[in-house]
């Protein structure tokens, strides 16, 4: 069974910039897809950033479009989420999560989160 484990949440101010990991250990991880998700109290989970495993091909949110860049480490089974000039509003928990397979719906596999709250 394939884990995803979420690192680097925090605090920081307006305009501050993190950097989260999502480590997949356990066996052989090939994916469909990873993503960056998240949820702020009160409201429903939104994708931020998605990569398609195969080919590389990184889509955005446009809240964060500019701001936030995804990559990964395929040799380390790790996908990062860089974020820059945060807001108030990017408050929220971050969740990786992938999708084995092409005709799965739904991502199969998620983090447990990690916290993000930027202060104005």
């Known amino acids: 069974q394939v884990q995803l484990v979420e690192s680097g949440g925090g605090l920081v101010q307006a305009g501050g910039s993190l950097s989260l990991s999502c480590a997949a250990s356990?066996?052989?991880?090939?994916?469909?897809?990873v993503g960056w998700f998240r949820q702020a109290p009160g409201k429903e989970r939104q994708v931020v950033s998605v990569i398609n495993w195969g080919s590389g091909r990184i889509g955005y949110d446009d809240s964060v479009k500019g701001r936030f860049t995804m990559s990964r480490d395929s040799t380390k089974n790790t996908v990062y989420l860089q974020m820059n000039n945060l807001k108030p509003e990017d408050t929220a928990v971050y969740y990786c999560?992938?999708?084995?397979?092409?005709?799965?719906?739904?991502?199969?596999?998620w983090g447990q989160g990690t916290q993000v709250t930027v202060s104005s």
């Open positions: 356990g066996r052989t991880f090939s994916p469909y897809a």
């Open positions: 999560a992938a999708k084995e397979r092409q005709h799965f719906i739904n991502c199969n596999i």
